[in-house]
């Protein structure tokens, strides 16, 4: 007679599962609410994680509700939820790692479009397995929770495991491929000393590289336990108490998996001023992309040429022809790359030109009207493509190592989700230091210019 689970066994699992499922709607929760109040966390990835947070809630839902008997409202309502939701949120997984994809091999991104097919994969697809399982009457009590019914063990696998299954190849795939692409990349870079600013701005995007296959393990071990429960179950019917405790613990914690992967252990750190983004070459090469699209692209070359010329000693001959090029690429009329400079500057260079040389701050007023005139042209940019692709490409815990010494990790973390709610609680408790030539993504661009 094949052994069952005792009644002692089934309480302690459905205590398991409703325990681990409850730490999992607060991440969950966490996850959405930070989403949908915080403005400036609305980043493309975050839209998607926001979408298997949502999966992620129903099914850690359906885990609290392990009904203490065999209900059959509430059972049909885990067992649908159950199954739905485990297969959307492998699918919602399976779209991260296309997008990372994306981001990773530098290929453009218009996530509005993407956005419907996802859609109408993620949820349309798990909505399937439902109508045939309903029609067929497969779902209900499976001993343990409610699921599938224990005379339908082929029929749980072949409509939740095995198309959840390929997702996680498809995306552990995806993940393999990316951290074998970012490293020969990196390789390559690092041997070619001239890289071009488009290689700087693949290998900036691609900085977050590694970590990604550490958000995928524990989801991926999750399913693991409830694939070889579920398979030891179909080979041999006798019921082990510890592969279901196993399940219990694992598989309802993707939600707060996703809260300390994707909330907990990123903090976006963005220049503190234009300045200091434009300084930088892989934070000015996406703020050089948005001033190509509103045509005003000059400025900035304009900007930087003066800023080079800092560096060139005065009296020299190389001091004569970069003053000289500068002034004819964009002072005059009609120049090859006009900048919109007013009349007295525009004489004033023109008279230095004539004259025959340029001093060392010849230039200076020159430059700071042009950098006015970028921060009037940066109007907009915290909304741009460009903006949400350079806070995607910093994500990573790299970029602000420096900033967290000396204070409560705990606390910076909170701090990250819920800025505003923590600030006076941190200004009580922990003595702040300054950081390093970044700010939190709490204060935007358009705040700072």
């Known amino acids: 007679m094949p052994q069952v689970l005792t009644g002692p066994q089934i309480h302690i699992i459905r205590l398991l599962a409703s325990l681990t499922g409850s730490l999992s709607i607060v991440g969950g929760v966490c996850l959405v609410v930070s989403y949908i109040f915080f403005k400036q966390l609305r980043t493309h990835s975050s839209k998607l994680i926001l979408y298997l947070s949502i999966a992620d809630l129903v099914a850690s839902i359906s885990w609290v509700l392990s009904p203490a008997s065999e209900n059959p409202y509430s059972c049909s309502i885990q067992s649908y939820g159950l199954q739905f939701s485990g297969l959307s949120t492998c699918l919602w997984q399976l779209c991260v790692a296309l997008y990372t994809l994306q981001i990773y091999t530098g290929k453009p991104i218009n996530l509005k479009k993407q956005e419907i097919i996802y859609h109408i994969v993620c949820w349309g697809i798990p909505a399937i397995p439902l109508i045939f399982g309903g029609a067929y009457g497969v779902f209900g009590y499976s001993g343990s929770w409610c699921w599938v019914k224990p005379k339908y063990p082929l029929v749980g696998i072949v409509m939740l495991y095995i198309p959840a299954l390929l997702a996680i190849v498809v995306s552990g795939g995806i993940y393999i491929y990316v951290d074998i692409l970012l490293r020969r990349r990196i390789a390559a870079v690092k041997m070619n000393s001239s890289e071009s600013l488009e290689e700087l701005r693949k290998i900036s995007i691609m900085q977050r590289k590694l970590k990604t296959r550490l958000y995928f393990l524990p989801f991926t071990v999750g ?149 006015q005139l970028m921060k009037l042209n940066s109007i907009g940019f915290s909304q741009s493509d460009q903006y949400h692709n350079m806070l995607d490409a910093f994500q990573t815990k790299e970029a602000i190592t420096g900033e967290v010494q000396g204070r409560l990790l705990l606390l910076e973390v909170l701090q990250f989700r819920f800025f505003r709610l923590f600030h006076g609680i941190e200004k009580l408790f922990v003595k702040k230091q300054k950081a390093p030539t970044g700010i939190s993504v709490g204060v935007s661009l358009d705040e700072v210019f």
């Open 223 to 371: 399913w693991l336990f409830g694939f070889i429960n579920r398979l030891h179950n179909f080979i041999v019917p006798d019921r082990v108490a510890a592969l279901f405790y196993l399940q219990a613990i694992v598989f309802p914690l993707q939600g707060l998996w996703n809260f300390l992967m994707y909330g907990l252990t990123e903090r976006i750190v963005v220049p503190e001023s234009l300045e200091s983004l434009i300084l930088r070459a892989d934070t000015r090469l996406f703020f050089s992309e948005f001033l190509e699209k509103q045509f005003c692209r000059e400025n900035l070359d304009f900007w930087m040429s003066v800023d080079r010329l800092k560096q060139t000693s005065t009296g020299t001959a190389e001091w004569a022809q970069e003053t000289a090029m500068i002034y004819e690429q964009f002072v005059p009329l009609h120049a090859p790359n006009e900048v919109n400079l007013n009349g007295t500057t525009k004489e004033a260079l023109a008279a230095k030109y004539a004259q025959g040389g340029f001093e060392r701050n010849d230039f200076e007023a020159a430059q700071k009207e042009v950098m």
